[in-house]
């Protein structure tokens, strides 16, 4: 059995579980693939793929043209990025992980913390032999918006209290009772752009989310707020928001998350000085590490076993 591990960019997979005991051809690919004939390629021949979260997308067009592939694991419960009607159709099982999300929710306030008190400015200057540049801003007495109050909304807000934060949240389901049954403020759509210091994004992306922060509702921010997405980039518009920070409409972002990843190396938000930028590494954490790569060997073997584990349909 040939088994490919996708996206391992930082080498890790095979340290973090027992593949010796599926007794099987593994093969690691550290690199994202440039596009969906590199993808077909690579995959030829190969019975088992691991994919790590949405970093290779699995399409119907792609999936009709490995007709080795049997099993598809993807590292936590659910993964947008593969069609399931069409991994059915082609006979593929598709099998998931455990995840929890508080990794996300602390590399969240890590990006607050660096955006509100200019620390990577700071970083960089004492490296290059300055000292202290510009001011940054505290947070205590500050408000909080949470677009999306659901586990990871609910985690930073609590969070942003403990810090003395005021926290206000919309989203299209929630309700006032559910708001303040966590402790926080149910506001209109347009008041938690207009009276948030902090505005962190915690939507699923969809039919009804992607865009909805546009350049209207960034309009509608203070010149001092800080824009804070870990959630996904197309729930944001990039163009917008690229033109809101060079103009200094907003004061910054702080982002986890983009339209294409990994980004392209002359996008605009890897110069700006005004983003704070990381790759995507919310989910990125040695604990959480050890879960998927440990479930993927046990979906594997149940798999083989003929009692498939976690499937995802």
């Not at 490919?4 to 693939?33: E, M, N, P, S, T």
């Not at 067009?61 to 592939?69: E, F, H, M, N, Y």
């Not at 918006?145 to 659901?150: E, I, P, T």
């Not at 509608?220 to 920070?245: F, W, Y």
Request: proline share 5%.
């Amino acid at each position: 059995m040939r088994i490919a591990i996708l996206d391992d960019y930082q080498g890790v997979a095979l340290d973090l579980a027992d593949w010796d005991a599926l007794d099987a051809d593994v093969h690691v690919f550290r690199d994202a693939f440039a596009d969906q004939e590199a993808v077909v390629a690579a995959l030829a021949g190969f019975e088992v793929v691991v994919a790590m979260r949405e970093r290779t997308p699995f399409p119907a067009s792609t999936l009709d043209r490995l007709p080795d592939l049997e099993l598809l694991v993807t590292t936590g419960p659910v993964n947008a990025a593969i069609d399931l009607d069409a991994a059915r159709r082609a006979g593929v099982t598709v099998c998931g992980t455990g995840y929890f999300g508080h990794p996300t929710a602390e590399l969240t306030w890590g990006l607050i913390l660096s955006a509100a008190r200019l620390i990577p400015q700071q970083v960089d200057s004492v490296r290059r032999g300055g000292w202290q540049q510009g001011l940054g801003t505290s947070l205590r007495g500050a408000t909080l918006g949470l677009l999306g109050l659901g586990r990871l909304g609910t985690a930073v807000a609590e969070v942003g209290r403990a810090f003395g934060m005021r926290t206000i949240a919309w989203s299209q389901n929630l309700t006032p009772d559910a708001a303040r049954a966590k402790g926080t403020e149910y506001v209109a759509r347009d008041e938690l752009f207009a009276r948030s210091d902090v505005l962190s994004i915690h939507l699923v992306l969809g039919g009804r989310t992607r865009g909805l922060v546009g350049a209207r509702e960034l309009g509608l921010m203070k010149p001092t707020a800080i824009l804070v997405n870990t959630s996904r980039g197309p729930l944001v518009d990039e163009a917008a928001l690229i033109a809101a920070l060079s103009e200094g409409r907003i004061a910054s972002a702080a982002l986890d998350v983009f339209d294409r990843e990994p980004l392209p190396a002359g996008h605009p938000l890897r110069t700006l000085p005004n983003a704070v930028v990381t790759p995507h590494i919310g989910y990125v954490s040695r604990d959480l590490y050890e879960v998927f790569y440990r479930d993927a060997v046990e979906d594997i073997a149940a798999w083989r076993a003929g009692t498939p584990v976690r499937t995802l349909f």
